[in-house]
């Protein structure tokens, strides 16, 4: 029975995998730039192009699908052209595992950066996650992976919650998860329940860290705790280096004669004529 399950659920993280054809990204990232701007401890989303991507962009209303943690070159592991492992991620099939900054290269991607991160904090986060490389996803949890076949309409309230589903085992990580405990660790605050208590000359804010199951990509974006960096601007930006294709147009036309040299010739043989 066990073994069944385990060949079923490979089936289905296969065809959970399959990029949709016809993906392009709208502003697809210039790679250099977001190789400068990264830094260890910077969160990476990414907008998918498998159908897993396009279930989870549905449950949780969002651009992005996936989420890495980017942690800086880790010792001993490099593509097949030397390029190094700098990202670590948890995937469907795969559990966790270390990937290169050229696997996105061509994805519309998005940095989110912890404010505040001490170095020491930011060191225990990278090095949790490090430490996690090689915990799979269990493939026999078939009703974990069975919430991503199908976008059936579900009420907003109840989203959050299918993307939750799952047996809660720390080995069995999704990549939201996995990073949302990598800072928990250091009690560095996401999108924490905030209770108030006290009385109301006295009010005082206790937060509360949600469960790690509960987060999804779309969390480091909009977190209150987390800053936006564009490797556009952090690299230098100014607009009036910009090559506008519209602008090299007039000076195209005004190579061009407003009349027909051969027919200005001919007026001018006229002219002498007369």
Request: glycine share 6%.
């Amino acid at each position: 029975m066990s073994r069944m399950l385990d060949g079923v659920g490979r089936l289905i993280a296969r065809y959970l995998q399959k990029p949709v054809h016809g993906y392009e990204p709208f502003t697809p990232s210039d790679p250099e730039a977001l190789r400068y701007s990264l830094q260890p401890g910077d969160v990476l989303l990414v907008e998918g192009n498998n159908r897993i991507a396009g279930v989870i962009k549905y449950l949780t209303q969002s651009t992005w699908s996936h989420s890495s943690l980017y942690v800086g070159p880790i010792a001993g592991r490099t593509t097949a052209d030397g390029e190094p492992h700098v990202l670590i991620e948890a995937n469907v099939g795969e559990g966790v595992v270390s990937a290169p900054l050229s696997k996105y290269r061509r994805f519309h991607t998005r940095i989110c950066r912890p404010v505040g991160l001490t170095e020491a904090d930011c060191t225990i986060v990278c090095g949790y996650a490090v430490e996690r490389i090689g915990f799979a996803y269990d493939l026999k949890n078939i009703i974990d992976l069975m919430r991503y076949l199908l976008p059936l309409p579900v009420p907003q309230r109840w989203r959050r919650r299918l993307i939750a589903l799952g047996s809660g085992d720390p080995t069995r990580l999704i990549c939201s998860g996995l990073i949302a405990d990598a800072f928990r660790a250091v009690r560095y605050p996401i999108l924490p329940k905030i209770k108030l208590t006290g009385s109301r000359q006295a009010r005082e804010e206790i937060l509360e860290i949600r469960h790690s199951s509960l987060y999804c990509p779309r969390d480091f974006d909009i977190s209150p705790y987390f800053n936006v960096v564009k490797p556009t601007i952090a690299r230098g930006f100014d607009y009036k280096t910009l090559q506008w294709a519209d602008l090299s147009r007039p000076l195209e036309r005004a190579q061009i004669p407003l009349v027909p040299q051969a027919a200005a010739a001919d007026d001018d043989a006229e002219v002498m004529a007369a």
